[in-house]
């Protein structure tokens, strides 16, 4: 499967922004999917991550620092994944990553853990000033 992350910009603090993830190959409809993001000179870090809905209902996890303010969602018709951001600081400026990992059953705990993931897209620049 093939990410496009999208969405990315300049923003000032406070300010929103929705990153999108296109999908293809696949379906996604059985993947985990995440978001990461990665500041310069800094490791690649979770943010958010949501389960495959299968015969489930769907979860969603959220790093601490985001929680509250970013919300991760799917549309598994369109083979998309979105994370609605708000109320953005200055530290939540990065390379923000969407990824895929492909599971058998929707039961399977959703990683948290970038090694978890199988498909990674290129990414998009969040830049939020003060």
Not at 45 to 51: L, N, P, T
Not at 86 to 103: H, I
Not at 110 to 116: L, P, T
Request: charged share 20%; aromatic share 12%.
């Amino acid at each position: 499967v093939q990410l496009q992350a999208s969405g990315g910009g300049l923003v000032q603090a406070g300010g929103s922004l929705t990153l999108s993830c296109a999908a293809s190959g696949r379906t996604i409809s059985r993947y985990h999917m995440g978001w990461f993001r990665q500041a310069p000179g800094k490791e690649r870090e979770f943010v958010a991550a949501i389960s495959w809905s299968g015969w489930s209902d769907t979860r969603t996890y959220y790093a601490d620092s985001v929680k509250g303010r970013f919300t991760i969602s799917r549309d598994n018709a369109k083979n998309m994944v979105y994370l609605q951001m708000n109320s953005l600081k200055p530290e939540d400026t990065a390379v923000y990553y969407c990824a895929a990992e492909s599971v058998t059953n929707p039961l399977v705990r959703v990683k948290i853990e970038s090694g978890g993931y199988d498909y990674w897209g290129q990414g998009t620049q969040v830049t939020v000033s003060s």
